[in-house]
Nanobody, 118 residues
Framework: QVQLVESGGGLVQPGGSLRLSCAAS????????MGWYRQVPGKQRELVAT???????TYSESVKGRFTISRDNAKNTVFLQMNSLKPEATAVYYC????????????WGQGTQVTVSS
């Protein structure tokens, strides 16, 4: 089992920045990738960014160039740096982890609210 604990959400003005953190614990050796989804009420969860164990990064088109995913292997933590935030980025952001040989997320964090508003 893997446990994921997120932090760093909050209220920010349009154009501002936030950094989300996701600390993993448990059977870390089984994880091939971690990343972030986001969800607004009434809509499906949207994949935002992923980083693999080989540090390959992928982003949704809507955040490319503004969001950066990174990892600190010593701390088993993944970060999402979000810059130039827009109101449409308002959502609950969920950290996820995926096991080797799995095509879908296997573990989820509790979610952290990000609100972009003036």
């Amino acid at each position: 089992q893997v446990q994921l604990v997120e932090s760093g959400g909050g209220l920010v003005q349009p154009g501002g920045s936030l950094r989300l953190s996701c600390a993993a614990s448990g059977s870390i050796f089984s994880i091939s990738a971690m990343g972030w989804y986001r969800q607004v009420p009434g809509k499906q969860r949207e994949l935002v960014a992923t980083i693999t164990s080989d540090s390959i990064k992928t982003y949704s088109e809507s955040v490319k160039g503004r969001f950066t995913i990174s990892r600190d292997n010593a701390k088993n933590t993944v970060f999402l740096q979000m810059n130039s935030l827009k109101p449409e980025a308002t959502a609950v952001y969920y950290c996820y982890a995926r096991r080797y040989a799995s095509g879908t997320p296997n573990y989820w964090g509790q979610g952290t609210q990000v609100t972009v508003s003036s």
